[in-house]
C-alpha cells in the first residue's frame, strides 16, 4: 500500500484529508509542521506528500527545500496545497520542487484528480 | 416539483434539446433552471411553467431548453483519446487530405474545457508530422451563456483544477483580480466558438476532418440520437472521424458510420475499415 504524508497545522484540514487520501487506498500519517514532517522522512520517506505552505516552526517552503536536499527526498511527489493561490506563490512552489499545487478549499474530486495528474492513482 | 409541472418541464428538454429526464433526477431540474427563474422573478417552478404556457415565447423556451443541458466538463476528460487525436487521428487526416489544413468540431463543447484541452496539447506536444498545418478548433454549445463563458475562457477555481496541471495552468492561464483563471490568448486564438444546437442541420457550420461529439449523446432519446448522429455525419469530411465518449455506442442507431480499425471510440463512414483492410 502506498503511503502519504498530511502536514498542516489544522487538525480539521489534516481530518478531512486523511479522509480523502484513505478513500484513494493510501496509508496515511501526519505531522503538523515542516518540522515534524521532516522527521517523519528521515524514518521512512513516504510516496506522497500533500503539504500546506503557513505553519509554525518550519513552513512548507522550507520543508520542502529541506526534503529535497535529504537522501531519498527527491522520492517523495509532494502536492503543495495552500490558499496562497497567486501564480507567485505557485511558481515559487514549483521551483522548490513541488510536483503539483492543490488551491484551498478543496475536495475529493479536485485530491483524486491531483493525485491522477502525478501518476498516484 | 408536481408531476405536471415536471411533464412539462421534461417535456420542453426533450423537444429543445433531445435530453430525456427521468422522474428520478427532477433535481436536475430545478437546479438547471434555477439561475433562470431567478432571473425572471418566478418564485417556483410552477410560476415558470404557467409563464411558458401562457405566452408564446420561443427564445424563452429554447433558453429554457438550452439551461436544461448538462454541462458537465472538465479539462482534459478522456486523456488517451486526446492524445490518440493529436499523434495519430490529426497526423493521419493531415497526411490524407494534402491542403495543409484540418478542420476539428466539438459538438456540444460547453463551457470549452474540451477544446481548449486540445489547443494545449497542440502547443505544448505538437507532433513533428502536424508541424506547418494549419488547424481550426471549433466549440459549440446549445446555451447562448455557456457559449459566451466558453468565448471568455474564464474559470474558477474548481474547474481549473480538475484534470489540469499546475504546470499547465501557470503556462497558459492568468489569474484574474475575481480569483477566476483566464486562458491565455494564443490558446483562445486557435478555437472559435458558437451556439449551435445539434438537434438542427449544422450544414452553415462547413466540414470538417474530426467531430468530437464526447458524452453529449448519452443524455439523449433515441430519436434525438439519431437525429444528432445524423446532422453530424453530413458535416464529415470524406475519410473523416467523429469521437464518442466512453460507452456511447451506436450500433443499432445509423447504418453510415461504423468502429474505426485500432481506435476505442472513433467512428467512420460505413465501408472505411474494409477498404482501409484491403488497402493494409
Known amino acids: 500500500?502506498?503511503?502519504?504524508?498530511?502536514?498542516?497545522?489544522?487538525?480539521?484540514?489534516?481530518?478531512?484529508?486523511?479522509?480523502?487520501?484513505?478513500?484513494?487506498?493510501?496509508?496515511?500519517?501526519?505531522?503538523?509542521?515542516?518540522?515534524?514532517?521532516?522527521?517523519?522522512?528521515?524514518?521512512?520517506?513516504?510516496?506522497?506528500?500533500?503539504?500546506?505552505?503557513?505553519?509554525?516552526?518550519?513552513?512548507?517552503?522550507?520543508?520542502l527545500r529541506a526534503l529535497r536536499r535529504e537522501e531519498g527526498g527527491k522520492k517523495p511527489l509532494v502536492l503543495f496545497c495552500s490558499i496562497e493561490?497567486?501564480?507567485?506563490?505557485?511558481?515559487?512552489?514549483?521551483?522548490s520542487g513541488a510536483d503539483e499545487f492543490i488551491m484551498k478549499p478543496f475536495d475529493a474530486e479536485i485530491l483524486e484528480s491531483k493525485f491522477a495528474e502525478v501518476g498516484l492513482v | 416539483m408536481q408531476d405536471a409541472v415536471f411533464d412539462e418541464l421534461a417535456d420542453l428538454a426533450l423537444k429543445g434539446s433531445g435530453q430525456s429526464i427521468p422522474k428520478s433526477k427532477s433535481y436536475l431540474i430545478e437546479a438547471r433552471l434555477s439561475p433562470i427563474a431567478r432571473r425572471e422573478g418566478f418564485g417556483t417552478m410552477d410560476d415558470l411553467v404557467h409563464c411558458l404556457k401562457s405566452r408564446a415565447n420561443p427564445v424563452f423556451a429554447a433558453e429554457c431548453a438550452a439551461a436544461l443541458v448538462s454541462k458537465d466538463t472538465w479539462f482534459f476528460r478522456d486523456r488517451e483519446m486526446l492524445h490518440r487525436l493529436v499523434n495519430e487521428i490529426l497526423p493521419a487526416r493531415l497526411k490524407a487530405g494534402n491542403?495543409?489544413?484540418?478542420?476539428?468540431?466539438?459538438?456540444?463543447?460547453?463551457?470549452?474545457?474540451?477544446?481548449?484541452?486540445?489547443?494545449?496539447?497542440?502547443?505544448?506536444?505538437?507532433?513533428?508530422?502536424?508541424?506547418?498545418?494549419?488547424?481550426?478548433?471549433?466549440?459549440?454549445?446549445?446555451?447562448?451563456?455557456?457559449?459566451?463563458?466558453?468565448?471568455?475562457?474564464?474559470?474558477?477555481?474548481?474547474?481549473?483544477?480538475?484534470?489540469?496541471?499546475?504546470?499547465?495552468?501557470?503556462?497558459?492561464?492568468?489569474?484574474?483580480?475575481?480569483?477566476?483563471?483566464?486562458?491565455?490568448?494564443?490558446?483562445?486564438?486557435?478555437?472559435?466558438?458558437?451556439?449551435?444546437?445539434?438537434?438542427?442541420?449544422?450544414?452553415?457550420?462547413?466540414?470538417?476532418?474530426?467531430?468530437?461529439?464526447?458524452?453529449?449523446?448519452?443524455?439523449?432519446?433515441?430519436?434525438?440520437?439519431?437525429?444528432?448522429?445524423?446532422?453530424?455525419?453530413?458535416q464529415l469530411m470524406p475519410g473523416g472521424v467523429i469521437l464518442l465518449g466512453q460507452g456511447e455506442g451506436l450500433i443499432g442507431l445509423t447504418d453510415q458510420l461504423e468502429p474505426a480499425r485500432d481506435i476505442r471510440g472513433a467512428w467512420v463512414a460505413a465501408g472505411t475499415a474494409a477498404r482501409d483492410a484491403s488497402a493494409a
Open chain 1, 1 to 63: 500500500m502506498k503511503t502519504c504524508l498530511i502536514v498542516d497545522d489544522s487538525r480539521v484540514v489534516r481530518k478531512v484529508a486523511a479522509r480523502i487520501v484513505k478513500d484513494l487506498r493510501f496509508a496515511v500519517s501526519e505531522a503538523s509542521d515542516g518540522a515534524e514532517a521532516l522527521a517523519q522522512c528521515r524514518k521512512q520517506m513516504p510516496d506522497a506528500v500533500l503539504l500546506d505552505w503557513n505553519m509554525p516552526v518550519m513552513n512548507g517552503l522550507d520543508f
Open chain 1, 85 to 95: 493561490t497567486d501564480a507567485e506563490h505557485i511558481n515559487e512552489a514549483i521551483r
Open chain 2, 99 to 234: 491542403t495543409g489544413r484540418l478542420k476539428i468540431w466539438v459538438a456540444g463543447g460547453s463551457t470549452g474545457q474540451e477544446a481548449l484541452s486540445i489547443a494545449m496539447l497542440l502547443e505544448d506536444e505538437l507532433p513533428a508530422s502536424l508541424r506547418g498545418a494549419k488547424i481550426d478548433i471549433l466549440s459549440t454549445d446549445i446555451c447562448k451563456v455557456t457559449t459566451e463563458r466558453a468565448r471568455a475562457g474564464r474559470y474558477g477555481h474548481y474547474e481549473v483544477q480538475k484534470g489540469l496541471s499546475v504546470h499547465r495552468l501557470v503556462k497558459h492561464f492568468t489569474r484574474m483580480e475575481t480569483g477566476q483563471w483566464e486562458a491565455a490568448e494564443p490558446l483562445r486564438s486557435r478555437i472559435s466558438f458558437r451556439q449551435h444546437n445539434l438537434l438542427e442541420s449544422a450544414a452553415g457550420l462547413g466540414k470538417f476532418d474530426v467531430i468530437l461529439c464526447r458524452n453529449v449523446l448519452s443524455g439523449m432519446d433515441r430519436t434525438a440520437r439519431i437525429r444528432v448522429i445524423e446532422n453530424i455525419t453530413a
